[in-house]
């Protein structure tokens, strides 16, 4: 995973992935293969009390797109961190369009081409940009992948714009909520 060291003190834009992955639900999605659980029970506890004081002080941020993909995918860490009024991201203005809608030119696979829903991917990447925010997701580079993805990860278009970002075990090790592996 991409990731550019922060201070501790960092804002976050937290992807449905990293939601998803941490309570693994990830573990049941239709289509996907059998894999084991990212976090153990314990890691999962401190993770989460971590992610409720990033929202609670204004540091763990969902987009309203997120918000929505949690609904259907994860309900639970959504009805979790909306209690914290510090969980809201920005609201949308002009100049984030313009973000989003130069994101979009560059990065055409960022999304599907006719996605069902408000994809949230641009939109995390461009409030990111325009408020110097780190991301957070646990999509996988492309450059890490055993075949060629269909859209283009997160991480790679952080990487090409100079952004920050991190998948959730990262943020949690620079935050200190856990202890950082010994690889």
Not at 23 to 45: I, T
């Amino acid at each position: 995973m991409i990731q550019f060291l922060l201070v501790g003190s960092g804002v976050y834009l937290i992807d449905t992935s990293s939601l998803v992955e941490l309570d693994n639900k990830h573990l049941v999605l239709p289509g996907q293969p059998a894999r084991l659980p990212s976090f153990s029970v314990l890691e999962q506890a401190l993770i989460w009390d971590g992610l409720e004081n990033l929202a609670k002080n204004g540091r763990g941020k969902l987009i309203r797109q997120v918000k929505a993909e949690l609904e259907r995918w994860n309900p639970d860490a959504l009805n979790r961190l909306k209690i914290y009024p510090g969980h809201r991201a920005p609201n949308r203005t002009p100049d984030l369009v313009g973000i989003y809608q130069n994101v979009m030119s560059q990065f055409p696979r960022l999304i599907e081409r006719y996605p069902k829903y408000d994809p949230a991917d641009p939109w995390i990447i461009a409030m990111a940009r325009k408020y110097g925010y780190a991301v957070v997701t646990e999509e996988t580079p492309a450059a890490e992948k055993a075949k060629s993805p269909r859209k283009t990860p997160i991480p790679d278009v952080c990487q090409a714009l100079g952004m920050t970002c991190l998948n959730l075990r990262g943020l949690a090790e620079l935050e200190e909520w856990i202890p950082k592996r010994v690889s």
